[in-house]
């Protein structure tokens, strides 16, 4: 492992100070809806964001350069950020974490949401398919807080 990731990794964990994010200035995308979903003196936001790609490794670096850029710039507990496709249309009331190429949870502030610190849910491979319907039917896997850094690491 290089220093690099070795650095990046212990951000993940908290150990170091989360990196300024910048993939977001450099993948095409476009955040279409930011709801409050504060509760019990915590706040907390879910994002929703388009990209053009279709690829899970993308999604999946943006989705958490996205949370950690809102975490520092509003001080967020937690926030969850779904990161759909571009030709899937931008209603919000069209997406939710079964239509998102990746969704991102970030729980800097250890919140009762979840226990972990970060988990991302994103698709298994590339989504080829046009219809409304093919990111909704593609088989999904569960990534922890190294592996989503490690997205982030590769595509940045």
Same mark, same amino acid.
């Given at each position: 492992?290089?220093?690099?990731? +070795? ?5 993940? /964990?908290? $150990? ?17 809806? /930011? ?19 279709? +690829? ?13 850029? =809102?975490?520092?710039? =509003? ?28 969704? /991102? ?11 972990? =610190?970060?988990?991302? &849910? !994103?698709? !298994?491979?590339?989504?080829?398919? $046009? ?8 088989? =999904? ?9 490690? +997205?982030? $690491?590769?595509? &940045?």
């Amino acid at each position: 492992m290089t220093i690099l990731k +070795a650095f990046f990794l212990a951000a993940a /964990i908290g $150990l170091v100070a989360q990196p300024k994010p910048v993939l977001a200035d450099t993948v095409s995308c476009q955040i279409y809806a /930011i709801e409050n979903t504060s509760a019990s003196g915590q706040r907390r936001e879910r994002v929703f964001v388009a990209i053009a790609e279709n +690829a899970p490794d993308v999604a999946t670096a943006l989705g958490y350069s996205v949370a950690s850029s =809102k975490v520092m710039s =509003k001080g967020l507990d937690y926030v969850d950020v779904f990161v759909t496709r571009r030709l899937d249309g931008t209603n919000r009331a069209d997406h939710s974490a079964g239509t998102a190429l990746a969704w /991102i949870r970030f729980n800097p502030g250890r919140t009762p949401v979840m226990t972990q =610190k970060m988990v991302a &849910k !994103v698709v !298994v491979s590339e989504v080829g398919d $046009l219809g409304e319907l093919a990111v909704l039917l593609m088989p =999904k896997r569960d990534l922890v807080a190294a592996e989503v850094m490690d +997205a982030y $690491l590769d595509n &940045k």
